[in-house]
């Protein structure tokens, strides 16, 4: 019998948006893994001595533990190259970087803001936080207007990437009313909750 070279296991959280990021990179290159489930409250033994900061995702490739989502998914893309998720020239690559980067550092704190409000973030955190979020989701919009992809003409880790917070944001209950006109956002995200990849991540037991 032929071993298996590609031992996957991805440490997990169902609604984590960063696990999203992860597990729709390995359903998008149809790699089989392993999940194990983590309960945020009460990380594995494993877990907390893997990351050092203790968070959800973190994947073992055969002996390689790597932590951080968007680390992963740029390690699965050089090490499972096909199919491709990100594009080949250095500009269009730096912009995957740049939208994961905002991403990060801007968008989600931007949507954690609105989402969470006070419970969360002081009152001087809070004060103008719906209209950061709109800039941000101008920034979306601006981008989709005249293309199907945040970056290229295919979907790639920076659509893989942002996408987890649009979703939140559009769950969010109080849902900010600037969105209704955010229509090209709107659809990405709709072509995004309905790709493969996306229905598989979240087809695990509910929690
Ligand atoms: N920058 C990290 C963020 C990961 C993260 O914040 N994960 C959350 C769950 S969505 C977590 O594990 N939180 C546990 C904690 O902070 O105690 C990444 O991209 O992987």
């Known amino acids: 019998m032929i071993a298996n070279m590609n031992n996957l296991t991805l440490y997990s959280f169902r609604r984590c948006p960063f696990a999203i990021r992860v597990r729709m990179v390995l359903h998008e290159k149809k790699l089989p893994f392993k999940t194990v489930d983590e309960d945020l409250k009460n990380f594995s033994e ?3 001595k893997m990351h050092p900061e ?6 073992i490739h055969n ?3 790597i932590y951080e989502s968007a680390i ?3 390690y699965l893309e050089e090490q499972f190259p096909t ?3 990100m594009p080949k020239e250095p500009k269009a690559r730096c912009d995957v970087r740049l939208w994961t980067y905002w991403s990060n550092q801007i968008f989600k704190v931007a ?3 609105v989402k969470y409000g006070t419970s969360r973030f002081s009152e001087k955190d809070c004060e103008g936080c719906e209209e950061r ?5 101008i ?7 005249d293309n199907d992809w945040l970056v290229g003409d295919e979907c790639s880790l920076a659509d893989i990437h942002v996408f987890p917070f649009v979703r939140q944001l559009w769950k969010v209950s109080k849902r900010p009313e600037f969105l209704e006109a955010m229509t090209k956002t709107k659809s990405w995200l709709d072509s995004m909750l309905n790709r493969p990849s996306f229905v598989k991540a979240m087809d695990v037991t509910k929690k």
């Open 46 to 48: 494993g877990l907390l």
């Open 54 to 59: 203790a968070k959800v995702p973190v994947l």
């Open 63 to 65: 002996d390689k533990v």
């Open 72 to 74: 992963i998914t740029e």
């Open 83 to 85: 199919p491709s998720l």
């Open 111 to 113: 949507v954690d803001q």
């Open 133 to 137: 979020l709109k800039l941000c989701v």
């Open 139 to 145: 920034k979306i919009e601006d981008q989709l207007r």
